[in-house]
């Protein structure tokens, strides 16, 4: 008896601590590449048709935030 409630408190912690299965937060890091990659491409995409390539401080800091999405992301998929 005792055990049963043990384990329904421990549930509800982890539930209401908002426990996510990997899978969610996978597709949370999708979602969050995709954004980030839309942005990077609506805003920066003249610039990396240019030759030699040399982007704008904007450009660069949406790179730079769309690698280390990249990076997340595969990370996260690499753990499946």
Do not use: W
């Amino acid at each position: 008896m005792h055990r049963t409630i043990a384990l329904t408190v421990v549930a509800a912690v982890f539930v209401l601590s908002g426990c996510r299965s990997h899978e969610a937060n996978v597709a949370d890091l999708q979602k969050q590449y995709d954004a980030i990659n839309q942005r990077f491409a609506k805003d920066c995409s003249a610039e990396m048709m240019n030759l030699p390539r040399k982007l704008s401080p904007k450009c660069a800091d949406e790179s730079k935030k769309l690698k280390e999405a990249t990076e997340r992301l595969q990370a996260a998929r690499a753990k499946q």
